[in-house]
C-alpha cells in the first residue's frame, strides 16, 4: 500500500475530528464520554488550529491517520481502526522524524499499544507526569528518540 503525507487545511477538520474519535474509541479505552466529548471540543477548536497537521492518506485519497507536530515533538497521531498496523503510523512518524526534525512525544500510559509503537520506534522514556496536558488523571509518559552514534 502507497501511503501519502500531505499538509492538512482547515477544508479537512471535520473528516480528522471524525477519524479522531474513531481512532480514540478503539484505543483510549480509560476514557469516558464526558471526557471524549470535552476533548473533541478541544482538538477541533483549540488544537487543530493551532497546530501543523499532516494527513496520511491511500493512493485514492482516503485518509487513514493524521498528526500534529511543533516544535519537533509530535503532538497527536492518530489512525483510523481500519488502518491500524497497515504501516500508517509508521509512515506516519518517519515523515515526522526525516522531514519535521520530531524528537519528542507525549503518550497516555494507559494506552499500552501507543506506548509500544514509540519504544518501538527508537523512542525511550525519560519522563512521567501523573496528569495529562488538561490536568485529568491520565499520567503522560515523556518519550525523547534515542541518540544515535
Not at 501511503?3 to 479522531?20: C, E, F, R, S
Not at 479505552?29 to 483549540?46: A, G
Request: proline letters at 5%.
Amino acid at each position: 500500500m502507497t501511503i501519502n503525507i500531505v499538509p492538512a487545511t482547515a477544508d479537512d477538520y471535520p473528516l480528522l475530528i471524525k477519524l479522531w474519535e474513531a481512532s480514540v474509541r478503539a484505543t483510549h479505552d480509560f476514557l469516558t464520554e464526558t471526557h471524549i466529548s470535552t476533548l473533541r471540543k478541544q482538538i477541533q477548536e483549540v488544537y487543530m488550529p493551532q497546530l501543523p497537521l499532516w494527513i496520511a492518506t491511500s493512493e485514492d485519497g482516503v485518509a487513514l491517520g493524521f498528526m500534529g507536530c511543533h516544535e519537533r515533538r509530535v503532538e497527536m497521531l492518530f489512525v483510523s481502526p481500519q488502518s491500524r498496523g497497515t504501516g500508517v503510523g509508521k509512515a506516519l512518524m518517519q515523515y515526522a522524524i526525516a522531514e519535521l526534525a520530531v524528537n519528542e512525544v507525549d503518550v497516555n500510559e494507559q494506552n499500552p499499544q501507543a506506548v509500544g509503537f514509540y519504544l518501538h520506534r527508537g523512542f525511550e522514556l525519560v519522563g512521567r507526569s501523573e496528569l495529562d496536558g488538561e490536568g485529568n488523571p491520565f499520567p503522560l509518559l515523556h518519550l525523547r528518540l534515542r541518540q544515535h552514534g
